[in-house]
């Protein structure tokens, strides 16, 4: 295995004690197969413990380590230093306030999430004794993609949307709205439609698409969010020129 | 919240989308063919201009043509409001009276042919 030394420039900011943020630079001793959360772990472990930034799983499953590298927004766990040159720059994911150095406040996305009603909505509540909620593959097909979802937020960091209109609902949280929408077995369109169909939700997207190419999962979020503004459009066509308002 | 009334702007937006998608493709192409000097007789000017006297060619080319500018407009729009124009309601009431004003330009000249 070959060691390569590695320039870290770290984003600190800590609340108590700095009145703003600022770059550190620190010199990392690397493997040839480590990642960036590697080299972060590293600098904790080594050069200084007070460094503060969220992971868990290092295997880009817990969608805790979401954070700019070089200007973009990565699972730290899957950036190889391998493909970066020169000092690599690692800042907290952009649009969220900061917490402590890469340590983001997350509140905003996770009262978004909530109020999408991410669960399932039965159509028709039957009794244990009727047996499971049968499903064709078919009918899974269409919404497995957007199960895939980790909440690592790197979509919200990517989206110029919602860093111009912070009320906007975002890619991930209108994404598990269409998972849930999508599933044949659920009965909740309606409940969901009440914050998806308001301005602030699919309508202040405007298919910029870079939710879905930062993706660690490729789950798509701009395919979501085009297939809820067609359903919501074809409601809104529906309620208003419709002799009775089919609603 | 209150549902949002954007579906009505957003549905010609949509659909003068997928319209162009496939028209602007075509034009390009028979552009390109006239400027070379091969215009198939089938689209030689009085043919064409047969063609148009119909009513449904009429309405096919009047829609066509409201929904492309109206989709224009709306992504122009949205590009201002991108761009930090945030004047949005007299953005939008500009552009879309444009769209509809080409509009009406187009239907008061294929009435004619």
């Given at each position: 295995?070959s060691?390569?030394?590695?320039?870290?420039?770290?984003?600190?900011?800590?609340?108590?004690?700095?009145?703003?943020p600022?770059?550190?630079?620190?010199?990392?001793?690397?493997?040839?197969?480590?990642?960036?959360l590697?080299?972060?772990?590293?600098?904790?472990e080594?050069?200084?413990?007070?460094?503060?930034?969220?992971?868990?799983?290092?295997?880009?499953?817990?969608g805790?380590?979401?954070?700019?590298?070089?200007?973009?927004?990565?699972?730290?766990?899957?950036?190889?230093?391998?493909?970066?040159e020169?000092?690599?720059?690692?800042?907290?994911?952009?649009?969220?306030?900061?917490?402590?150095?890469?340590?983001?406040?997350?509140?905003?996305?996770?009262?978004?999430?909530?109020?999408?009603?991410?669960?399932?909505?039965?159509k028709?509540?039957?009794?244990?004794?009727?047996?499971e909620?049968?499903?064709?593959?078919?009918?899974?097909?269409?919404y497995?993609q957007?199960?895939?979802c980790?909440?690592?937020?790197l979509?919200?960091?990517?989206?110029?949307?919602?860093?111009?209109?912070?009320k906007?609902?975002g890619?991930?949280?209108?994404?598990l709205?269409?998972?849930?929408?999508?599933?044949?077995?659920?009965?909740?369109?309606?409940?969901?439609?009440?914050?998806?169909?308001?301005?602030e939700?699919?309508?202040?997207?405007?298919?910029?698409?870079?939710?879905?190419?930062?993706?660690?999962?490729?789950?798509d979020?701009?395919?979501?969010?085009?297939?809820?503004k067609?359903a919501?459009?074809?409601d809104?066509?529906?309620?208003?020129?419709?002799?009775?308002?089919?609603? | 919240?209150?549902?949002?009334?954007?579906?009505?702007?957003?549905?010609?937006?949509?659909?003068?989308?997928?319209?162009?998608?496939?028209?602007?493709?075509?034009?390009?192409?028979?552009?390109?063919?006239?400027?070379?000097?091969?215009?198939?007789?089938?689209?030689?000017?009085?043919?064409l201009?047969?063609?148009l006297?119909?009513?449904?060619?009429?309405?096919?080319?009047?829609?066509?043509?409201f929904?492309?500018?109206?989709?224009?407009?709306?992504?122009?729009?949205?590009?201002?409001?991108?761009?930090?124009?945030?004047?949005?309601?007299?953005?939008?009431?500009?552009?879309?009276?444009?769209?509809?004003?080409?509009?009406?330009?187009?239907?008061?000249?294929?009435?004619r042919?």
């Amino acid at each position: 295995m070959s060691e390569r030394l590695v320039e870290v420039e770290v984003l600190r900011y800590n609340p108590e004690t700095d009145s703003e943020p600022h770059f550190q630079r620190y010199s990392v001793s690397c493997e040839e197969e480590w990642v960036v959360l590697d080299a972060l772990n590293h600098v904790k472990e080594t050069i200084d413990p007070t460094l503060s930034y969220r992971w868990s799983c290092h295997m880009a499953v817990c969608g805790s380590c979401g954070m700019m590298i070089n200007g973009e927004p990565k699972l730290a766990c899957k950036a190889f230093l391998r493909n970066y040159e020169g000092v690599i720059r690692v800042e907290p994911l952009a649009h969220f306030p900061i917490e402590r150095d890469l340590v983001t406040v997350i509140d905003d996305f996770v009262s978004k999430l909530a109020r999408v009603k991410p669960y399932l909505i039965p159509k028709e509540d039957k009794p244990l004794s009727a047996g499971e909620y049968r499903q064709t593959p078919a009918q899974l097909k269409k919404y497995k993609q957007y199960t895939l979802c980790i909440n690592c937020m790197l979509c919200y960091s990517a989206c110029p949307e919602y860093g111009l209109i912070p009320k906007y609902i975002g890619p991930a949280a209108l994404s598990l709205a269409h998972r849930y929408n999508a599933d044949s077995r659920d009965g909740g369109r309606e409940e969901r439609a009440q914050e998806v169909a308001a301005t602030e939700g699919v309508w202040d997207c405007s298919f910029v698409g870079a939710c879905s190419e930062v993706c660690p999962e490729h789950v798509d979020p701009a395919s979501a969010i085009q297939q809820e503004k067609i359903a919501n459009m074809v409601d809104w066509y529906k309620e208003h020129l419709m002799p009775g308002g089919a609603k | 919240m209150a549902k949002s009334n954007k579906p009505l702007v957003w549905g010609p937006f949509a659909a003068g989308g997928t319209i162009t998608a496939f028209v602007t493709p075509v034009l390009i192409v028979l552009t390109l063919l006239a400027a070379l000097g091969y215009v198939p007789e089938m689209l030689g000017y009085e043919n064409l201009r047969g063609v148009l006297a119909h009513w449904f060619a009429k309405l096919s080319v009047s829609v066509i043509i409201f929904l492309s500018l109206w989709s224009v407009a709306h992504r122009l729009r949205i590009t201002c409001y991108d761009l930090g124009v945030r004047a949005d309601a007299l953005v939008a009431a500009a552009l879309y009276l444009a769209a509809v004003l080409g509009s009406v330009a187009a239907v008061v000249y294929l009435a004619r042919i």
